[in-house]
């Protein structure tokens, strides 16, 4: 199936390692022109040598903090300065942050910061350019709706799914799309460091919550948000996609 992305221009937030980085493979796979965002300069570039490397077009590279307003507003200018107008964002910049009732402010406010107001502000720049073209995608990368603990982040991502849908009818007749993938259990430095120290623990969790048997992989997001970003998908807005293996079955 031709995705017919050659030639859009993607701007992908935590693009530096996990799911973002695997979102912008296979934006890159399909001749999306990309600007790749984080704080992790290294990672980012690593990552652009290797998309060069494999004959796809050179990612532009944007170090910055996405809990500092004025670095949102810098990497939305530099993104759009280097590739015109975005036709695609997609936010995948954030971070579990298990906390207790007793938590201090600042943890809540930086949970909201970057699982929230980073990927609210981002989209709040780039949509001006997405109405004048009548085309857009905005991709959320959200999570779990069934928190097992408290955690802030949590709380964040039930605010980006409700923004999202809230958003979508408002500009769904301009041709711009607005949707949320809530990943399972994604190999990355997250979960495999924070999430489940060993093997053993990591078979367990899969044996008692996965079906499909096994974590997935950054790229299994990348496909589904590559087809969101997609001209074929502009029926689709306003949805919550889960791509978990069959997990949240399992999350009552
Ligand atoms: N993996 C999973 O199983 C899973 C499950 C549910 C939801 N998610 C969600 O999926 C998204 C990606 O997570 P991941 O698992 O791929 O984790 P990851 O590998 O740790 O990636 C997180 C990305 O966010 C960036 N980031 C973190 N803080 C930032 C900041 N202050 N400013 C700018 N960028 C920042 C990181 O880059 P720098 O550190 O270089 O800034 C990194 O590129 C997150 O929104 C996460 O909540 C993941």
């Excluded at 530096?16 to 399909?30: F, N, P, Y």
């Excluded at 799914?161 to 009818?169: D, F, T, Y």
């Excluded at 499909?212 to 306003?238: N, Q």
Aim: hydrophobic share 45%.
């Amino acid at each position: 199936m031709d995705l017919q992305l050659t030639g859009r221009a993607a701007l992908v937030t935590g693009a530096s390692s996990g799911i973002g980085a695997g979102v912008a493979r296979v934006l890159a796979g399909e001749g999306v022109r990309l600007a790749l965002t984080a704080r992790d300069v290294d990672g980012l570039r690593d990552l652009a040598d290797e998309l060069r490397a494999a004959g796809h077009p050179e990612p532009v590279v944007l170090e910055g903090d996405l809990t500092d307003h004025e670095q949102i507003i810098r990497v939305a200018a530099q993104a759009h300065a280097a590739l015109g107008s975005i036709h695609i964002l997609a936010n995948c910049a954030g971070g579990s942050r298990p906390t207790d009732f007793q938590s201090d402010e600042t943890v809540w406010e930086e949970a909201f910061a970057l699982n929230f107001a980073s990927a609210r502000r981002l989209t709040q720049l780039l949509l001006p350019g997405m109405l004048a073209h009548r085309w857009g995608r905005v991709i959320n990368i959200s999570g779990s709706m069934e928190p097992r603990r408290l955690n802030a982040a949590s709380a964040a991502k039930g605010a980006l799914h409700l923004w999202s849908k809230g958003l979508s009818c408002d500009v769904a007749s301009e041709g711009i799309t607005v949707n949320c993938i809530a990943p399972g259990r994604i190999r990355s430095a997250q979960t495999l460091a924070r999430l489940h120290a060993t093997e053993a623990e990591r078979q367990e969790f899969i044996a008692r919550n996965i079906p499909a048997g096994d974590f997935g992989d950054p790229e299994d997001i990348g496909r589904v948000a590559a087809f969101l970003a997609s001209p074929l998908a502009h029926y689709v807005t306003g949805a919550v996609i889960p791509v978990d293996g069959g997990m949240h079955y399992f999350a009552h």
